[in-house]
């Protein structure tokens, strides 16, 4: 379906039409929290806002948040260009296939700014704070967490970006279990 079809859908979020994942889903969370019964905005007009009404709008919010997220995640990932042989593949190698790259913390916070994501975003719809986050992206295995939660928590990331998560952590740990098995030897 074309951008221009979605229109109205754009318009319920308070959007342009070409706008992007990330700024859709942005729209989402505040237009939910404006139209929360909960919104310091609503308090004053809330006799004059029914809550039927408002229920009304956050279902119109949850309907055009599901259609769009639906209808462009194709045209997200053709845009991130991750995942497909010959495509380059977030860390600035040409024509390698995403099978052949081994993801590191480097990798990830590349691919992430380069879809223009902040970390704030990424922990609101992920539920990993932030300062996990940065801890992956700079490989600060010394102060993540053990490594079932690490894998849990690097897995999260993937699937937000986009990217295999199975591939992704399996990279990923197997860096953190190297940096580990040099700390052993050092001690």
């Known amino acids: ?3 221009r079809n979605l229109k109205k859908h754009f318009e319920i979020l ?32 809330a006799d004059e806002f029914s ?33 497909k042989p010959g495509i380059a593949s977030g860390n600035g190698t040409e024509g390698e296939e ?37 801890n992956i992206e700079h490989e600060r295995f010394d102060v993540l967490p053990q490594e079932v939660y690490l894998k849990g928590h690097v897995s999260n990331y993937a699937r937000y970006l986009l990217l295999d998560p199975r591939k992704v952590a399996d990279d990923y740990i197997s860096r953190y279990k190297d940096w580990k098995g040099e700390a052993k030897e050092k001690d």
């Open 1 to 3: 379906m074309s951008r």
């Open 51 to 83: 809550k039927k009404k408002r229920l009304e709008v956050l279902k119109q919010i949850e309907e055009a948040h599901a259609k769009l997220s639906d209808e462009l995640k194709d045209e997200h990932q053709r845009s991130a260009n991750l995942g």
């Open 98 to 134: 995403a099978e052949s790259v081994s993801f590191s913390g480097e990798v990830l916070r590349k691919i992430r700014e380069k879809k223009g994501i902040h970390l704030y975003e990424v922990a609101l719809d992920t539920k990993i704070r932030v300062e996990i986050l940065e």
């Open 14 to 45: 308070e959007l342009d039409s070409d706008a992007s994942l990330p700024e859709i889903k942005n729209a989402y969370v505040r237009l939910k929290k404006l139209y929360s019964t909960d919104s310091m905005v609503m308090t004053p007009i």
